[in-house]
């Protein structure tokens, strides 16, 4: 079976752990600071905490952000961790529709949602395409909301020339293991404020002012720390984070191959008329996290390609279709007409040559069988 996504792993992650595992610490520590400073270096602004998931990544953004009894503003086009983190804080979902060709969240239906009662505004880089984050900023500063950015699908991205995750006021990132960067389960959340970034640092260690290394390091494991709010076992650890560290540094070169594999298909399925392909707006430079498509013949083409031994996706069965949105507010008609469409291909950095282009092979098969090919 060719699969949807599959993470790219080589020599270097396994020297990488091996590491870790030989020097006796693997818990919280150096290997998880070295990877924040990296990460952070690689954005180039922000303060970056590494946590356990970016549903946890989510979870303390929408702690910091004080939305209690709040709306924010949010797609329902996304993985149900994003709204479930609002749900874990208190806050109050109010789904904007989204673009037809991007998925992502549509900046003008935003802007007719905005309320006293608003607090923030969560955008999500669907496919790690940016969202419109020119305008989604003018409007967070005019109306004073705060912005989070769920990067989760958008490592290595760009908008205007600047790394997606670097707009908001905080920014999610997942490393689970489909992810652009995947350490197997992970997440970090980038604050642009220092305080943010402190406050992130306790919450994640259930709330105790200094972590384990920080004592080992600085007064040869002293006994004395002090709880100071309540908080949550989130933190990362130095297995992952020695996985991230060298995911980090392959992740331009990935992220090309995961282009190229998207411009292939780009051109050898231009041609079908009974698809709709992914478009690169202008001043965007996508990670590419996923490829997918629009058909009607979606479920066709889905169980087609399954007995051919190709699996392919759906992302995603919109968030206000389950139980514990539906009364939440915002009417999202063009999500409700595009999802029914979408299909994701398999996209990942070591999809062989000869792999993709079975895919193709097959696509164009299901066209010919079913009389649609021009």
């Not at 150096?30 to 946590?51: C, D, I, N």
């Not at 002090?226 to 995911?247: C, M, R, T, Y």
């Not at 279709?321 to 915002?330: L, Q």
Request: charged share 25%; with cysteine; proline share 4%.
């Amino acid at each position: 079976m060719i699969p949807v996504f599959r993470p790219s792993y080589g020599q270097e992650e396994f020297d990488a752990v091996r590491e870790v595992m030989s020097s006796g610490w693997v818990g919280l520590g150096p290997k998880t600071r070295e990877f924040e400073e990296k990460f952070q270096a690689y954005l180039g602004s922000g303060y970056a905490s590494a946590l356990n998931s970016g549903t946890a990544a989510l979870h303390l953004a929408m702690l910091m952000a004080d939305i209690k009894g709040r709306e924010v503003i949010t797609t329902p086009m996304t993985f149900v961790s994003t709204n479930h983190a609002i749900l874990y804080s208190g806050g109050i979902p109010v789904f904007a529709d989204i673009e037809p060709d991007t998925c992502n969240i549509d900046a003008d239906c935003v802007e007719k949602l905005i309320t006293k009662k608003t607090r923030a505004i969560v955008v999500v880089h669907y496919g790690g395409h940016a969202c419109r984050m020119d305008k989604i900023m003018r409007l967070a500063r005019k109306h004073k909301l705060l912005v989070i950015e769920d990067c989760a699908h958008a490592a290595g991205g760009e908008f205007k020339g600047k790394k997606l995750g670097t707009f908001g006021d905080f920014a999610c990132f997942s490393f689970h293991a489909v992810k652009n960067l995947a350490t197997g389960e992970g997440g970090m959340l980038v604050c642009r404020r220092k305080a943010d970034y402190q406050h992130a640092t306790r919450l994640r260690w259930l709330g105790i002012s200094k972590d384990t290394w920080s004592r080992e390091t600085k007064v040869k494991y002293s006994w004395y720390y002090f709880v100071e709010e309540v908080g949550w076992k989130a933190h990362l650890n130095d297995i992952p984070s020695a996985i991230g560290i060298v995911q980090l540094r392959r992740l331009d070169q990935t992220n090309a191959a995961r282009r190229e594999r998207a411009e292939r298909y780009g051109r050898e399925l231009a041609d079908l008329d009974w698809m709709t392909l992914p478009v690169v707006q202008p001043n965007t430079a996508p990670a590419w996290h996923n490829y997918v498509i629009k058909t009607e013949h979606r479920d066709g083409l889905n169980a087609w390609l399954a007995q051919r031994g190709i699996a392919t996706g759906v992302h995603y069965i919109p968030n206000n279709h389950y139980p514990m949105y539906k009364r939440c507010k915002g009417k999202t008609p063009v999500c409700e007409k595009v999802w029914a469409t979408l299909l994701t291909l398999p996209l990942f950095p070591d999809l062989t040559a000869d792999e993709q282009s079975q895919v193709i092979a097959e696509i164009r098969a299901y066209g010919r069988d079913k009389g649609l090919n021009a």
